[in-house]
C-alpha cells in the first residue's frame, strides 16, 4: 500500500496542510527549510515515536534520541510546540496531528484506511532552557476511510480553528460513524493494528512482527556504513524472533522443578530421619519394655530362690521337729518301759508277798482300759456324726434362704416341688442336734445312761429326716433325671461361669478398645490387625496402615452415614504400591478366617481418580485426608456419592446417603447407620466412639455384676447342698450303751476284790531294779539330745522368720514389677503383658540361682540412654529443617529418669512422629511427587514445543528467507559492470552443536508421549548440551543467564553470514573484505541489501497487501547519478515501493525527470513574529510531468554538451 496523503497540524512550523504523494516523491529545500521535519512527520506515524524504534534527523550526524554532550536533540514535543533553534513558534498548550492516508495499489486487495497520530504538549518554563513537555498522545485507525485537513481544522466564526485532543476521535466518530474510529492509548497496541492494516487484515499482527517493520522503516531512511556484513544481515535482513517470554517460561518452570526437587529431597531427609526417629523411639520402648519385664523377672528369680531357701529352711525346720518328736517318742517309749519294769517289780513283789488276787485285779484292770479304749474309739466317730447334724441344719436353713433369693426352679423345676421343700421345711424345723453332750463321753460322769437311753429314740428320728432329705439330693432317679440335684446344680454353675467368662471376655475386649482409643488409635477387626502384622513381619517395606486412620469427616452431621456406607471398606489396608502384590499375596496365605483383609490399589486409584472429578455435593466435599493414596482410593471409589437430605431425593439418585443412615446404590436403597461405637474415621469419631463404649463397658459391666451375683449365688446352693451329707449315730449309740454296761460291771468286781500283802521275790527285784536303773540313765541322755535339737529349733525358728521377711519384700517388690509391667499395656496397647509375664516367670524359673539378670538389665539401661539420646538428636535435627507446623516437641523430664510417666510421653512422641512422618510421606511427599511430574510434563511441553521447535524452525526459516532473497537479487544487474548481489552464510561451530541437539530433540517420537526431557535418550554430545542448558536455566545470576539463553535462543547467531558482490564475468567479491571501491560502490549494495531488510520486514512473501512505502533522508549522497538512478529504478520498479527521498534543491536537478510529486521547503524572514520565530516555513507542491521534464531535461543536456565541445575547440584553435 502506497502513502496517498499526508496531513499535518502543528507539526514543527510547516503550515498546516495536507501533501499529496504518487510513487516517486521529493522532498527538496534549502538546509534548515523544514524538509526532515516533514520526513520526520512521516517516520513519527509508521514508527509511533516508540523508543528505540525511531530517529528524528537520521540523515545528520544526530542518529539517536539521546543527547550527548548536552546537545539537544529533537522530540516529539519538540515538533509539536515548533521548536527551531532553541525558539518555538507556539507558546501555549498545543494539539498536533499527523495524519497518512494510505491506498491499496494495482493487485492488492485492501481497503483504504487512515491513521493519526495525536499529540498534545506545552513548554516547561521551570528549566533554563525551557523544554516542550509531552503530555498526552494517542493513536487512531479509520478504516474504509480517507481523511482531509478540514477533518481536523474546523471553519468557525472566530476563524479556523483545531480540533482539541480530547475531541478529535468524538469529532470523528460523529462524522464517520462510532465502530468506524478504532483509538488506541499505548504505543505497542497502535503499532500492531496499523500493519496489521497494511496486510488487509481487521486484526493486529504480533508486537515482534510490528516493532521489526517499524525500525527497518526507520533504518531505511538513511544511509549508514556498514561495519559489520553479518551483523547487518542478521539485525536488518532478518527477522528477530522474540522468545523472551518462552525463555523465562523455561526457566521458571525448570527453577520451579529444580525448587521442588530440592524439596522432595529435604523431605525425603526428613522421612528418613523420621523413619529413623521412629526406629529409635521404637527401639526405646522395646527396651523399657524388656527393661520392665526383665527387672520383674530378676525379682521373681530371687523370690522363687528365697522361696527354696525359705523352703529348705522349712524342711530342715519340718526335720528338727520330726527329731525332736522321735527324741520324744524315744523317750516316752523309755518311760513306758521303765513303767513295765516298774510293774515287773509290782509284780514279783506282789508275789513275793503272797497275794493270790493280784491277778484278778490285773485281769480286771485290762478289761477296764480295753473298754474305755472301745469307747474311746466309737465316741470320735459319734461326735463327728453327732456334729452333722448341726452343720446340715445350718446348711438347710442358707439353702431355702438363698433358693428364695434367686430363680433356680427355672433351670432346676425339681427345686420348686412339694415333696423337695417339704424335706427341707423338716429339716429346718427339726432341732438343730442331738442334745446329747458328747463330751460327758469322755468322762467318768458316764454311770447315768438312762439318759443317752431316752435319747436314742429322738435320734432314730432326726437321723431318718436328715438322711432322707441327703438322699433326696443325691437320688438320680427322684425327679426323672439322668443327673441327680447336686450334678444338676453343679452342670448349672459351670453354665454361669461360662456366661460369666464370656461377658468378662467382653469387658477386657472393651476395655482394651477404649486403652486404644484413649491412646488415640483405632481397634482393628481381627482377620486387618492379623494382616497387618503379618505384611509388617514379612514384608517391612510395604510399610502397611488401615485406611481409617487417615481420613477424617470435617461435619459430624455426615459422619455415621459416611461410614456405614462405606463399611469394611474402612479398614482396607494401604501399603507401599510396589508391594501392593507380595501383601495380597501374603493375606491370602494366611490361615482360618484371617485371610480376608483387602489391599488397596493405590497406583491405580492415583490413576483413575486424577481422570475423574468428584461431583459436587459428594461426600468428599466433608472429608480430609492425611495420606495421598487414601485420598485417591476414597476419590476414585466414592467421588460420586452424593449427600442428599431426605428419602425423597435419595430414591431419585443413582448413589447418595442421607445424614440418618440410607443409601443407595445399584438401584436399590438400604440401611447403613452404625452405633456411635463403631465410628473410626478421625478425632471426632473416636470421642464419640470412645463415650459410646464407656457407655457400652457399663452396660457390661452391669452385666457382668448380675451373671457374677448369678454364678456366685449357685455356687453357693451347690456347696451348700455338698454340705448336707447322711447320719450314722443310731447303732454308735447302741454299741456305747453296751460298752457302759460291761465297764459298770468291770468296775463293780474290781471294786469287790480283797488284796493282801505279797512276799517280795528279793532276787528278781534286784534284776528289775537293774534293768530300771539303766533306763533311767537312757532317758537323761535322750533329754539331752533334746535339749539340743529344741536349741537347732529356736535358730531355724528366727531363720525362717527372716527369710519369711525377705520374701514378703521380694513379693511386694515382684508386686510393683509386675504392675508396672501391666500399666505399661495401658499405656502401649501393642505390649502383651500377660504373655510377656508368663515368658518372664518361665525366664526367672530356668535362671534359678545359677544365673542372674544384672547383666541384662544394665545393657537395657545403656540401650535405653542411646535411644533417647538418638531419638533426641533426630527430632531436634527434623525441627531445625521443618515448618512450624511439623514441628515435634521433645517431652521434658523432670522426674526420675526413664520411669513411666517418661515412657508414656515417649509413646506419645512416637505417635506424633508416625503422625509427621504420614504427612510428609503419604500426603505431602505424594503431592509434591505429583505436580513435580505435572511440572516436567509442562516443561516438557515448553521446551520442547515453545523453545526447540520455534528456535529450529526459525533457524531453518532463517535460511529459507536468504535463499528466497537470493532468488529475487538473481534477476536483477546493477551499473555497467553488471553486477549482481547474492547473501551467504556459513555455520558457526558453538551454535551447531545447539543445533544438532534441538534437532534430535524433535526426532524423538515418542517426547511427549511418556517420555521426557530428563530421561530421553540422547547421544552423548546432546547430553552435554542439554546439560548446560540445565544449568544455565538454573544459574543464580538469572540476567546473565537470561542473556545467555537469549543469545543461544537467538536463531540468527548460529549462522556466520557475508554478502557478496559478482560482476559479469569476475570473481565473486565479499562485501565485507571490499575496502577498494568508492564511497558510491560501498552505498549502492547496502540500499539494495537494505531494501531486501524492507521487503523481508514488510512481509512481500506472505499475501497480497503490504506497506510498500520507505523514506531516505539526504538520498544518494555519495552516488553518482547513474548509480542513483539504478537505486531508484530497483526500488520502484523492480521492489515496486512507493520512494519518497530528501535531497537539496541543488542536487536534485538530475532527477527531477524521475519524481512523480515534489514538495519545495522554503524558509524565509516573516513580517510579524510567529511566538518566538522572526522565519517562517513556505510550502510549495507540485505534480511532474515526467515525460516533458524528461524532454527538457534531454534538451539542456544537448546544449550543454554542444558548448561543451565549441569551448573544447576554442582552446585547440
Known amino acids: 500500500m502506497f502513502c496517498k496523503r499526508i496531513i499535518y497540524v502543528n507539526w514543527g512550523n510547516i503550515p498546516n496542510m495536507e501533501c499529496d504523494f504518487g510513487p516517486i516523491n521529493l522532498f527538496s529545500g534549502g538546509n534548515g527549510s523544514g524538509k526532515t521535519t516533514a520526513a520526520d512527520g512521516l517516520q513519527s506515524l509508521m514508527t509511533a515515536a516508540y523508543e528505540n524504534l525511531y530517529n528524528y534527523n537520521p540523515g545528520q550526524d544526530e542518529t539517536t534520541q539521546r543527547g550527548r554532550g548536552g546537545k539537544q536533540v529533537r522530540t516529539l514535543a519538540s515538533y509539536v510546540m515548533g521548536c527551531d533553534d532553541g525558539s518555538y513558534s ?42 516542550a513537555r509531552q503530555e498526552e498522545i494517542k493513536f487512531l485507525i479509520v478504516p474504509g476511510h480517507e481523511l482531509s485537513l478540514d477533518h481536523f481544522i474546523l471553519e468557525e466564526k472566530i476563524g479556523k480553528t483545531v480540533v482539541t485532543f480530547e475531541r478529535v476521535d468524538q469529532s470523528l466518530q460523529i462524522k464517520l460513524g462510532k465502530s468506524a474510529v478504532e483509538v488506541y492509548d499505548k504505543k505497542g497496541q497502535y503499532l500492531r493494528r496499523l500493519y496489521g492494516a497494511f496486510k488487509g487484515s481487521s486484526s493486529a499482527v504480533s508486537d515482534r512482527e510490528a516493532k521489526h517493520a517499524a525500525r527497518t522503516f526507520s533504518n531505511f531512511m538513511a544511509y549508514k556504513p556498514v561495519k559489520s556484513i553479518s551483523e547487518f544481515v542478521a539485525n536488518q535482513i532478518l527477522e528477530p524472533k522474540d522468545i523472551s517470554d518462552d525463555i523465562r517460561q523455561v526457566a521458571e518452570l525448570m527453577k520451579t522443578i529444580h525448587g521442588m526437587e530440592e524439596e522432595t529431597r529435604t523431605i525425603n531427609d526428613a522421612i528418613v530421619n523420621l523413619d529413623n526417629a521412629l526406629s529409635s523411639s521404637e527401639s526405646y520402648i522395646a527396651s523399657w519394655l524388656d527393661l520392665c519385664v526383665t527387672e520383674y523377672a530378676e525379682v521373681a528369680r530371687q523370690n522363687k530362690v528365697k522361696q527354696g531357701d525359705y523352703l529348705a529352711a522349712k524342711d530342715q525346720q519340718r526335720n528338727n521337729e520330726q527329731s525332736i518328736s522321735e527324741m520324744q517318742r524315744d523317750i516316752e517309749q523309755s518311760i513306758e518301759k521303765r513303767k513295765h519294769v516298774h510293774s515287773q517289780l509290782v509284780e514279783f513283789e506282789a508275789q513275793r508277798r503272797g497275794i493270790d ?36 441344719h445350718t446348711a438347710a436353713k442358707e439353702l431355702s434362704s438363698k433358693l428364695k433369693q434367686t430363680s433356680l426352679g427355672v433351670d432346676i423345676p425339681y427345686v420348686d416341688t412339694a415333696g423337695f421343700n417339704r424335706l427341707l421345711k423338716q429339716v429346718i424345723d427339726g432341732p438343730a442336734d442331738s442334745n446329747i453332750d458328747a463330751q460327758q463321753l469322755f468322762t467318768k460322769d458316764w454311770v447315768n445312761i438312762a439318759s443317752l437311753e431316752h435319747s436314742l429314740d429322738e435320734v432314730v428320728n ?12 443325691s437320688d438320680n432317679e427322684r425327679d426323672g433325671s439322668t443327673k441327680n440335684l447336686r450334678d444338676q446344680v453343679l452342670s448349672l454353675h459351670g453354665t454361669k461361669h461360662g456366661q460369666m467368662a464370656r461377658v468378662e471376655e467382653q469387658v477386657r475386649s472393651k476395655e482394651k478398645e477404649i486403652q486404644k482409643l484413649q491412646g488415640h488409635t483405632v481397634s482393628y477387626p481381627p482377620h486387618i490387625s492379623a494382616a497387618v502384622e503379618a505384611i509388617e513381619k514379612q514384608c517391612p517395606s510395604a510399610k502397611p496402615v488401615v485406611l481409617c486412620d487417615y481420613i477424617e469427616v470435617s461435619d459430624p452431621k455426615w459422619q455415621m452415614a459416611i461410614e456405614g456406607y462405606m463399611g469394611g471398606a474402612r479398614f482396607s489396608i494401604l501399603v507401599e504400591p510396589d508391594y501392593e502384590a507380595d501383601a495380597i499375596r501374603l493375606v491370602r496365605s494366611l490361615k482360618g478366617r484371617r485371610n480376608s483383609a483387602k489391599i488397596i490399589q493405590g497406583r491405580k486409584a492415583q490413576n483413575d481418580a486424577q481422570r475423574k472429578c468428584s461431583e459436587p455435593g459428594s461426600i468428599l466435599d466433608v472429608m480430609t485426608f492425611t495420606h495421598k493414596y487414601a485420598e485417591y482410593f476414597v476419590q476414585a471409589s466414592y467421588g460420586n456419592l452424593l449427600r442428599v437430605s431426605n428419602e425423597n431425593e435419595l430414591k431419585d439418585q443413582r448413589r447418595a446417603v442421607t445424614p440418618d443412615g440410607l443409601g443407595s446404590g445399584n438401584y436399590s436403597m438400604f440401611r447403613c447407620d452404625i452405633s456411635d461405637g463403631e465410628l473410626v474415621f478421625g478425632q471426632g469419631a473416636r470421642e464419640r466412639a470412645l463415650i459410646a463404649k464407656n457407655n457400652e463397658l457399663k452396660q457390661l459391666s452391669g452385666q457382668l455384676e448380675l451373671v457374677s451375683a448369678e454364678y456366685h449365688r449357685v455356687g453357693r446352693i451347690k456347696d451348700l447342698m455338698d454340705q448336707v451329707r447322711p447320719i450314722h449315730c443310731t447303732s454308735m449309740i447302741n454299741e456305747m450303751l453296751s460298752l457302759y454296761r460291761d465297764l459298770q460291771a468291770a468296775e463293780y468286781q474290781l471294786e469287790s476284790l480283797d488284796l493282801s500283802d505279797f512276799e517280795e521275790l528279793e532276787e528278781r527285784l534286784e534284776a528289775l531294779n537293774s534293768e530300771h536303773e539303766a533306763i533311767d540313765q537312757s532317758i537323761q541322755a535322750l533329754n539331752k539330745t533334746l535339749g539340743n535339737h529344741q536349741k537347732e529349733s529356736t535358730t531355724l525358728k528366727e531363720k525362717v522368720e527372716r527369710l519369711a521377711d525377705e520374701k514378703e519384700k521380694l513379693e511386694e517388690e515382684q508386686g510393683t514389677k509386675e504392675e508396672l509391667v501391666v500399666k505399661a499395656a495401658q499405656i502401649y496397647p501393642s505390649h502383651d503383658a500377660s504373655q510377656r509375664l508368663v515368658h518372664a516367670d518361665a525366664q526367672a524359673a530356668q535362671a534359678g540361682s545359677d544365673f542372674d539378670f544384672s547383666d541384662v538389665i544394665e545393657r537395657a539401661k545403656a540401650d535405653l540412654e542411646k535411644f533417647d539420646r538418638d531419638l533426641y538428636y533426630q527430632v531436634s535435627a527434623h525441627n531445625q529443617n521443618s515448618n512450624s507446623y511439623n514441628v515435634i516437641v521433645f517431652p521434658e523430664n523432670f522426674g526420675p529418669k526413664h520411669d513411666d510417666t517418661y515412657f508414656k510421653k515417649i509413646v506419645g512422641l512416637k505417635t506424633e512422629i508416625e503422625v509427621v512422618n504420614n504427612i510428609l510421606n503419604n500426603n505431602v511427599l505424594v503431592g509434591k511427587q505429583e505436580k513435580l511430574g505435572e511440572l516436567k510434563e509442562s516443561f516438557n511441553t515448553a521446551f520442547v514445543t515453545n523453545l526447540c521447535h520455534s528456535i529450529y524452525q526459525a533457524i531453518n526459516d532463517g535460511r529459507r528467507l536468504l535463499d528466497d532473497l537470493n532468488s529475487e537479487l538473481d534477476n536483477h544487474v546493477f551499473g555497467t559492470d553488471k553486477e549482481r548481489f547474492s547473501f551467504a552464510y556459513k555455520w558457526v561451530p558453538e551454535f551447531y552443536d545447539f543445533y544438532r541437539f534441538f534437532k534430535e530433540i524433535i526426532e524423538i517420537p515418542s517426547l511427549g508421549d511418556g517420555t521426557t526431557l530428563f530421561d530421553a ?107 542513483s538512478r539504478e537505486v531508484i529504478n530497483y526500488l520502484t520498479e523492480a521492489l515496486g515501493l512507493q520512494l519518497i527521498f530528501i535531497m537539496p534543491t541543488s542536487k536534485s536537478g538530475p532527477f527531477l525527470d524521475l519524481i512523480s510529486n515534489q514538495v519545495v521547503f522554503s524558509k524565509c524572514p516573516s513580517e510579524e513574529k510567529i511566538g518566538e520565530l522572526e522565519t517562517q516555513v513556505l510550502v510549495d507542491r507540485k505534480t511532474c510531468n515526467k515525460d516533458k521534464i524528461k524532454a527538457l531535461w534531454a534538451n539542456h543536456r544537448k546544449t550543454v554538451s554542444q558548448q561543451v565541445m565549441l569551448d573544447f575547440m576554442e582552446d585547440v584553435v
Open 357 to 392: 488276787t493280784l491277778k484278778t485285779k490285773d485281769e480286771l484292770d485290762k478289761s477296764i482300759e480295753f473298754i474305755k479304749g472301745r469307747l474311746t474309739g466309737v465316741a470320735g466317730p459319734f461326735l463327728t456324726q453327732n456334729q452333722k447334724f448341726g452343720k446340715n
Open 1017 to 1123: 535418550e540422547l547421544s552423548d554430545k546432546s547430553i552435554e548440551v542439554r546439560d548446560r542448558l540445565m544449568s544455565m536455566l538454573l544459574d543464580k545470576d538469572t540476567q546473565f543467564a537470561l542473556r545467555e539463553l537469549e543469545r543461544i535462543s537467538d536463531y540468527r547467531n548460529y549462522r556466520h553470514y557475508e554478502i557478496y558482490k559478482t560482476p559479469e564475468n569476475k570473481e565473486q567479491i565479499a562485501l565485507s573484505t571490499y575496502g577498494t571501491g568508492s564511497g558510491g560502490q560501498l552505498e549502492t549494495p547496502a540500499y539494495i541489501i537494505r531494501s531486501a531488510a524492507v521487503t523481508s520486514a514488510f512481509k512481500f512473501n506472505e499475501g497480497n497487501a503490504h506497506c510498500r512505502m520507505v523514506l531516505v533522508d539526504e538520498a544518494f549522497s555519495k552516488m553518482d547519478e547513474t548509480r
Open 462 to 473: 432326726l437321723e431318718s429326716t436328715h438322711n432322707a432329705f441327703a438322699a433326696m439330693l
Open 90 to 131: 507556539r507558546l501555549r498548550m498545543t494539539d498536533g496531528y499527523i495524519a497518512g492516508i494510505f491506498h491499496p495499489t494495482q493487485g492488492e486487495s485492501a481497503e483504504p484506511f487512515t491513521a493519526v497520530m495525536c499529540v498534545r504538549a506545552k513548554l516547561d518554563e521551570s528549566t533554563s532552557p525551557k523544554q
